[in-house]
Every structure is written in structure tokens, then in C-alpha cells.
T-cell receptor
Framework: GNSVTQMEGPVTLSEEAFLTINCTYT??????LFWYVQYPGEGLQLLLK?????DKGSNKGFEATYRKETTSFHLEKGSVQVSDSAVYFC????????????FGQGTRLTINP | DTGVSQDPRHKITKRGQNVTFRCDPI?????LYWYRQTLGQGPEFLTY????????KSRLLSDRFSAERPKGSFSTLEIQRTEQGDSAMYLC??????????????FGPGTRLTVT
């Protein structure tokens, strides 16, 4: 079945550091890929998405590229801020049927000033 | 529109009691999903509705769980004879499926269930 594996956390960085959170997936067909973020005390929010190979999703300075050859969708940001502290989830959905989301286990990110 | 809402936000119950949660999706969304999230894990799919029809259920959804979406609007998730293992955050999400395309799922704040 479909699955997502994320880099284990927690991850602690200093403000303005470069961020990478690794995500790889296993899926049949051509899934869509997502990064969701959960800020403290809030619900899940979509951060960015990519629906086909080589697509790059971007939002709020975060980027991720859909790499079919390596089945990866790594999240990057060039200069993190304290306000980026949250839990980040990589997820996929198939393009047909229920299109339910399959999530990774999440990576807790803490940015220190 | 204020987004997906869930009620209650927190529920504490004793083992063996029944509980019911409600989800109000974004008004024009025809798809509604339930997920369960345990501490330190990502959400796991439970079930989904297209309009009022429940089209898929996960094997996680034992026969103690039942979900409804009357008239294709709000949805309820009931857990009968709760067990301590049911303690989790229950998340609802909605999306719009139209013309062969599906748009992103929007999540509610969740209902945190604690079974004592």
C-alpha cells in the first residue's frame, strides 16, 4: 500500500539557518504530494503541494520538488524564523477514488532566536 | 466562510461510555473525511463521504465506530463502548470534488478524546 517516510525529529535550528526535512514515499500510480503544517494549538494547514513529477510547490519561503526518480518530496527553506516552529507532515494522495491522505509521522521543528 | 468546525474540542469520558463528535464542513464542499491522530504520529484515515454516501471505511474503523452524514451536510462520528485505546485526536476535513478535479482538504481543529 501507499506509505510516507519522514525524517525523524525533533529538529532544532537557529534563526536564519537553512532547513531540509526529508520525505520519501511509496505509492502505486501517480500520487499528489503535500506538506502540511501544524502550529501549536492549531489545526493542520496545507503548506504546499505538487501534483505531478518535477512540479515544485512553494509557499511562505518553503519549497519542495516532486522527484519521481527518487520518490522524494523534501521540504526546504533558505532562512527559517522563530515563527516557523511547528510540526510538519509530508503526505500523499492517490489521484483517483477516495483521494485520502496518507501521512508521515511528522517532524517537530523548533527555531531558536 | 469560517472553515471546518468540530464540536466538542475536548471530550473526557469513562471507559465503556458512548461518545459522539460533530463536524461541520465548508458549506460547498461535497467530500468529508475523518482521520485519527495519536500522539507523535501522523493522522490516519478512518472514513470518507461524498455527499451523504459513505464510500470507504478503513480497517481501523471497528464495528464500535459509526459515521453518518445526513443530507450531505454535517457529519457525526460515534464511538460506542469506548476503550482506552480510542484516546486520540479525531480530525475532520472537507474538500470539493468537481469536474474530475479535487481540491485540497481543509482540516478542522479536531476533537481530543480522552478515555479514562
Amino acid at each position: 500500500g501507499n506509505s510516507v517516510t519522514q525524517m525523524e525529529g525533533p529538529v532544532t535550528l537557529s534563526e536564519e539557518a537553512f532547513l531540509t526535512i526529508n520525505c520519501t514515499y511509496t505509492a502505486t500510480g501517480y500520487p499528489s504530494l503535500f506538506w502540511y503544517v501544524q502550529y501549536p494549538g492549531e489545526g493542520l494547514q496545507l503548506l504546499l503541494k505538487a501534483t505531478k513529477a518535477d512540479d515544485k510547490g512553494s509557499n511562505k519561503g518553503f519549497e519542495a520538488t516532486y522527484r519521481k526518480e527518487t520518490t522524494s518530496f523534501h521540504l526546504e527553506k533558505g532562512s527559517v524564523q522563530v515563527s516557523d516552529s511547528a510540526v510538519y507532515f509530508c503526505a500523499l494522495s492517490s489521484w483517483q477514488g477516495a483521494q485520502k491522505l496518507v501521512f508521515g509521522q511528522g517532524t517537530r521543528l523548533t527555531i531558536n532566536p | 466562510d469560517t472553515g471546518v468546525s468540530q464540536d466538542p474540542r475536548h471530550k473526557i469520558t469513562k471507559r465503556g461510555q458512548n461518545v459522539t463528535f460533530r463536524c461541520d464542513p465548508i458549506s460547498e464542499h461535497n467530500r468529508l473525511y475523518w482521520y485519527r491522530q495519536t500522539l507523535g504520529q501522523g493522522p490516519e484515515f478512518l472514513t470518507y463521504f461524498q455527499n451523504e454516501a459513505q464510500l470507504e471505511k478503513s480497517r481501523l474503523l471497528s464495528d464500535r465506530f459509526s459515521a453518518e452524514r445526513p443530507k450531505g451536510s454535517f457529519s457525526t462520528l460515534e464511538i460506542q463502548r469506548t476503550e482506552q485505546g480510542d484516546s486520540a485526536m479525531y480530525l475532520c476535513a472537507s474538500s470539493l470534488r468537481t469536474g474530475g478535479s479535487t481540491y485540497e482538504q481543509y482540516f478542522g481543529p479536531g476533537t481530543r478524546l480522552t478515555v479514562t
